[in-house]
């Protein structure tokens, strides 16, 4: 029989707690979205894309380089390479696309890549598939980055080294200042992956300049729009001779219908009311706070982390699984990270906070959480 593997796929996949379905997410109060900063239902990001649609229609109708291509593309580009502080950026239909396109385009045979061992999976499997070195360091270890890049770099063409800003599933945030350090030191280019602080981090909004601007340091930045911006969809931020290389070597690029003009109008819009409406980053950044602070009084033992996302670990797969199912019975929805998303033995609840939520919500979940945790620490005695 063909494909047999399929069927024992599956099987093995729900013996082990591990297989994935779709719950239809409804009128739950919402503790797992990416949607930080609550733009995705804002009534003036809907209107703009009502009235991009009046305007240009729902689809592109073909590829940027073919007839795809609109103002709306061209002024959202020229926005994001503002707010960033680069000299151009490309619109790509999701940041999965969008790093696998630097990756292919980037890396050949006798070149090098290291990556975060945490990185997320588009970067991680663009990397598998490439036909440049991949070697991996350890979560956030610069030490191990700089032994690495002493190891290889020198018998390969060209260096890429990629972390996250914020890291996806844990919530922490890079040591950018000590891994563009590194990349400097050994002629090495600097991919950050900024899905998670891009619009958020409580300093100037993003990853490079949490710290000071780093976008002098950083060759490549990708963020998506699909987390804080709230829409759907990624850019890359480089200097105008990349982005001038992608558009004519990245096939991901070339042979993906444009997104629609709408669309663009829409996140210009959201980043608009992003960077206006400071408050919901204020907010979001005392909700954390508070959440946190309530965690510790009650000996719930979140990960260290101070951005959006708060995971809380709790190591077995079903057993994760069983909690998020308790919450679910109150109306708090908080979905468990299983393997191979996070590795074995660290199932989690990831917590993810917004903007949207009140003080109010956050109490509910606290004492649920709290209940859950102790019914299910009983239930081993
Ligand atoms: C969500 C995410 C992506 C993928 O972006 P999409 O636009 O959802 O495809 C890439 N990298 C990281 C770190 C992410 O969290």
């Known amino acids: 029989m063909a494909f047999e593997f399929i069927t024992q796929a599956l099987r093995t996949q729900a013996s082990d707690a591990l297989l994935r379905t779709r719950a239809i997410s409804h009128g739950a109060i919402n503790f797992c979205a990416n949607d ?17 649609a009046n305007e240009y229609g729902v689809g592109s109708g073909g590829s940027a380089l073919v007839s795809g291509y609109s103002h709306a593309h061209a002024a959202l580009e020229d926005k994001l390479a503002d707010i960033t502080g680069y000299e151009s950026s490309l619109l790509f239909n999701s940041g999965y696309s969008a790093n696998q396109a630097l990756i292919k385009a980037l890396l050949n045979k006798n070149d090098l890549l290291i990556q975060d061992k945490l990185n997320h999976a588009s970067l991680i499997e663009a990397g598998m598939y490439s036909p440049a070195t991949m070697k991996r360091f ?5 030490v191990h980055l700089a032994q690495l890049l002493e190891q290889y770099r020198a018998t390969h063409t060209n260096s890429l080294v990629v972390t996250e800003g914020v890291f996806s599933m844990d919530g922490d945030m890079a040591d950018l200042q000590g891994v563009s350090q590194q990349c400097k030191a050994h002629d090495s280019w600097l991919l950050v992956d900024d899905a998670h602080g891009f619009g958020v981090l409580p300093q100037g909004q993003n990853s490079l300049n949490q710290h000071g601007s ?19 969809g990624a850019f890359v931020a480089a200097s105008k ?16 219908t444009a997104m629609p003009s709408a669309m663009a109008l829409c996140i210009d819009k959201a980043l608009t009311i992003m ?9 979001l950044n005392q909700l954390i706070s508070y959440f946190k602070q309530q965690c510790f009084l009650r000996n719930i033992p979140l990960m260290p982390s101070d951005t959006a996302i708060q995971p809380l670990l709790i190591g077995d797969a079903c057993k994760a699984v069983y909690i998020s199912q308790l919450l679910a019975n109150h109306g708090l929805l908080v979905k468990a990270i299983r393997p191979p998303t996070v590795p074995v033995g660290t199932s989690r609840l990831r917590i993810t906070l917004s903007a949207n939520h009140s003080v109010a919500d956050i109490d509910l979940l606290l004492t649920h959480l709290k209940g859950a945790l102790d019914s299910t620490k009983r239930d081993t005695l």
Request: hydrophobic share 40%; with cysteine.
């Open 36 to 52: 930080y900063l609550g733009l995705s239902t804002h009534p003036e990001v809907i209107a703009a894309w009502q009235r991009g």
């Open 138 to 142: 350890k979560h956030n270890d610069c």
């Open 214 to 232: 780093l976008a002098r340091d950083v060759d490549l930045y990708m963020a998506t729009f699909g987390k804080a911006v709230g829409v759907s």
């Open 241 to 256: 001779e990349v982005i001038d290389y992608l558009v004519n070597f990245s096939k991901p690029y070339i042979y993906s």
């Open 275 to 283: 960077m206006a409406e400071t408050w919901r980053v204020t907010h």
